[in-house]
């Protein structure tokens, strides 16, 4: 595969100013919030676009940026023509095969283009946002030009990436395997922010299934090695345990408990051989969370202590907070009133500290909503419903409603709260929000809530507010039966 040289982007550079990196990131998250985007950016990310490693940013990202720089065109930001950096311009010479620019769900629809044999037609997923018939086409076919199971395996990750996880070409079906290098590792980091943005939009029913491709291709990297500096190989490595970890969470999320202790496993096993503090302390965060949804609250404890031990060097007093949370749960959870306040308080202190440039990426979700979400769960454990009512009612009213995922689970757990506290018609009105997400959120999880919800307030059917709620629920339940699980 032929490779372009990294031009430095000293336009992007200039941009940045006398921020630092991170300074900088957080100002795109937040423009990213304050449209209704979400992007992962972190230090890292910008320090890649100022390199010249990124050509051009995926759509998300240039909606931000052109928000942040009203006026200002992708090329005055420093980055290269989008239909040049896919190649599309130069697809007829031979040997050039540039690595295509990570692709999410464009505003408008491009039609279809033929494709070349032996790529299988891939099917639209339902919903149909894909809006890349054709750069899907074109992906595809550079895939089938060049030999190679390591360039496949890239090209497999950006392909799940750019229709939302769709159907990918099996990595093992060319011959020939080829060292990992660094465009390799970036598709696959692309490959988890996707994962996370999608979850964080939809849920995890529709997305468990189609994100089993994307983590055999991360393996089949790991087994090849890289070519590379050893830096990249601890990408690729770290890389393919959040990638584990994110389909773990979509197993747990949508009730497939076994799976996700599974891939939680792997993502820990992953983590060790490389070395990797970082990767480590999130497997067992979300080993804890497990643990405690799971009801096995000893194993919350002791995994959310193996996090604390492995992020302690680390430099993220968030990373440390929200493992003090999930001790706190699990105390919770084993009523242990005086271990659970002295966690809370340690998870309450280091969140004070504020961010840093430390924090990892994914840790993004980890703003003060989940915090007060967090600490409902502990009080409802605990049994102090109007403790737990209030602060999942401050994650409600914090939480950017464009998070339909969160925002819907918050207003069950809210929803949850007050009917165990004795409000119904609160409960109920708290429940018919949450039911006008579930058209676009996907979750066993927070369906699981809504219906122990529902028969809390089976007794109080009387109430108008309460009979009206019930009514719909079961008439939602009902189809969602008869229709099977939404695709995403």
């Known amino acids: 595969m032929a490779s372009t040289r990294a031009v430095p982007n000293s336009a992007f550079r200039r941009l940045r100013g006398h921020r630092s990196p991170g300074e900088f990131a957080a100002a795109v998250r937040r423009a990213a919030r304050e449209i209704g985007e979400q992007v992962a950016c972190d230090a890292r990310y910008v320090g890649r676009v100022e390199a010249g490693e990124i050509r051009c940013p995926n759509y998300a990202y240039e909606r931000v940026f052109l928000h942040m720089f009203p006026g200002l065109t992708l090329t005055d930001l420093g980055f290269s023509d989008r239909e040049s950096v896919r190649g599309r311009a130069s697809r007829t010479s031979a040997g050039a095969h540039p690595v295509p620019c990570p692709v999410s769900p464009a505003p408008a629809p491009v039609p279809e283009q033929r494709r070349t044999p032996p790529t299988p037609p891939a099917p639209a997923p339902a919903g149909g946002d894909t809006g890349h018939g054709g750069e899907e086409s074109d992906v595809r076919r550079r895939a089938f030009m060049t030999s190679g199971t390591a360039s496949v395996a890239a090209v497999s990750l950006s392909l799940g990436i750019g229709v939302g996880l769709g159907a990918v070409p099996a990595t093992a079906a060319v011959p020939g395997p080829r060292r990992v290098g660094a465009a390799e590792v970036d598709a696959l980091e692309e490959t988890v922010r996707r994962i996370r943005l999608l979850d964080d939009r939809h849920g995890a029913d529709g997305l468990y299934r189609r994100a089993a491709q994307p983590l055999r291709t991360a393996y089949a990297l790991l087994d090849a090695g890289t070519r590379s500096r050893r830096a990249t190989a601890g990408r690729l490595h770290a890389s393919a345990g959040e990638l584990a970890i994110s389909v773990g969470w979509l197993a747990h999320d949508s009730g497939r408990f076994d799976d996700a202790r599974s891939h939680y496993a792997e993502a820990l096993a992953t983590a060790r051989i490389a070395d990797d503090p970082g990767v480590e302390a999130h497997a067992f965060s979300n080993m804890s969370f497990l643990a405690r949804d799971a009801g096995r609250y000893r194993e919350a404890v002791r995994a959310a202590q193996a996090g604390l031990r492995a992020a302690r060097d ?21 009523g242990d009133r005086t271990a659970c306040e002295r966690s809370l308080g340690q998870a309450h202190a ?7 440039d430390t924090d990892p990426e994914w840790m993004s979700f980890f703003g003060e909503p989940e915090r007060e979400s967090l600490e409902a769960r502990c009080r409802a454990a605990l049994g102090d419903w109007p403790a737990a009512a209030r602060h999942a009612y401050r994650a409600t009213v914090l939480l950017d409603p464009h998070f339909a995922r969160n925002l819907a689970l918050y207003r069950a757990e809210l929803a949850t709260d007050l009917a165990q506290a004795g409000f119904p018609d609160e409960a109920a009105s708290a429940g018919h929000q949450v039911l006008d997400l579930m058209g676009e959120v996907q979750s066993t999880r927070i369906q699981g809530m809504l219906a122990g919800m529902a028969r809390t307030l089976l007794p109080r059917r009387r109430a108008a507010e309460v009979s009206g709620f019930l009514d719909r629920h079961a008439s939602t339940a009902a189809t969602a039966h008869r229709t099977g699980p939404s695709r995403v």
């Open 314 to 334: 680390l430099g993220s007093p968030r990373l440390l907070s929200l493992l003090a949370l999930r001790e706190a749960g699990g105390w919770a959870g084993l």
């Open 350 to 356: 280091l969140f004070g500290r504020g961010t840093s």
